[in-house]
C-alpha cells in the first residue's frame, strides 16, 4: 500500500509569476497521478491544509471555482480510494459542504492515527500550542473558528461582497511576506512541540504537517522523524509513505 501527503496548494492565489489557473491544472495532474497509484496498490491520500487559499461554505450558495479539482476529489472517493481533508487557517470554513459534494473525511484538529504499522500524528499545524506563538495568531485562529464571525460573515454580507473581501485578504496576506519560512532546527515551534509529544504515552513515528511551507524531513530520534510539507506556490512538493519509508518528492 501507498499513502500520499499534501498541503498548501493555495488554490485560487494568483500571483505575477504564479498563475492559479497554471497551479490547479498541475494539481489536477497530481491528483490523476495520486488516483492511478492507489486503484493499483491501495492506500489513501491526506491533504493537510490551506488546499484552497481561501474557502468559505454557505448553506445555499456555492462559490465560483476549482471545479475540477473538487471532480476529481469526487472521482476517487467513488472509485473507494480514502481521501481525508484537514483543515488549515485558509480553508477552516468548511461546514458539510466539501463532504457531501465530495465524499472526503474532513478533520478539524490534530490527529494521531495508525498509517501502515507506524504511528503518525497529522494536521497542518496552525492550532497546535506551540511555544512562543504571537498574539496576533492566537487571536486570529480564535477568530476563524468562532460561530459568531462565521454568522456575522455568511448573513450580514452578501455573498459577492464575503467573497471579494476574503479572497482579497488572503491574498494580500501572502504578498505581505516571503512564502517559505527559515526552518530553525531545534529552535523551530513545531520541534519543541513534537518533543513534548514523545514523552507522552502514545509515541509517534512521524510527525506530518504543513502550514510552514519549507519542505524538510527533521530526525527527532533514531525513530522519530518531523516531516513538514511543501508549498506549491514556487515548487509542487509532497510525501509519500510506502513500506514504512516516507519521501518528500517534487512533483514535475
Known amino acids: 500500500m501507498v499513502f500520499y501527503f499534501v498541503s498548501d496548494v493555495h488554490l485560487g492565489l494568483d500571483l505575477p509569476n504564479c498563475s492559479a489557473e497554471k497551479r490547479e491544472k498541475l494539481f489536477c495532474e497530481w491528483l490523476d497521478m495520486v488516483a492511478a497509484s492507489l486503484k493499483r496498490e491501495g492506500g489513501a491520500l491526506y491533504m493537510l491544509g490551506d488546499i484552497f487559499d481561501f474557502w468559505f461554505e454557505y448553506k445555499r450558495v456555492v462559490p465560483m471555482g476549482f471545479t475540477r479539482v473538487l471532480g476529481r476529489l469526487a472521482d476517487m472517493r467513488d472509485a473507494g480510494i480514502e481521501v481525508h481533508f484537514f483543515v488549515g487557517n485558509h480553508d477552516t470554513w468548511t461546514f458539510g459542504y466539501l463532504e457531501r459534494e465530495t465524499g472526503v473525511i474532513v478533520h478539524r484538529g490534530t490527529e494521531t492515527v495508525n498509517i501502515d504499522g507506524l504511528t503518525i500524528t497529522l494536521g497542518h ?111 509542487p512538493v509532497y510525501a509519500r509513505l510506502e513500506n514504512g519509508k516516507v519521501e518528500l518528492l517534487e512533483y514535475k
Open 125 to 235: 499545524g496552525h492550532r497546535l500550542p506551540l511555544p512562543g506563538k504571537p498574539l496576533g495568531a492566537k487571536i486570529m485562529n480564535r477568530v476563524f473558528n468562532s460561530k459568531t464571525a462565521y454568522n456575522i460573515f455568511s448573513r450580514l454580507l452578501h455573498p459577492d461582497c464575503a467573497m471579494k473581501f476574503g479572497l482579497s485578504w488572503s491574498s494580500s496576506n501572502r504578498k505581505s511576506r516571503a512564502i517559505a519560512h527559515s526552518f530553525r532546527g531545534e529552535k523551530e515551534p513545531l520541534v519543541v512541540y513534537a518533543r513534548k509529544q514523545l514523552n507522552c504515552t502514545i509515541v509517534s513515528d512521524l510527525f506530518i504537517f504543513g502550514h510552514l511551507h519549507t519542505p524538510i524531513s527533521y530526525p527527532l530520534t533514531t525513530q522519530s522523524t518531523l516531516i513538514i510539507l511543501g508549498e506549491w506556490i514556487t515548487k
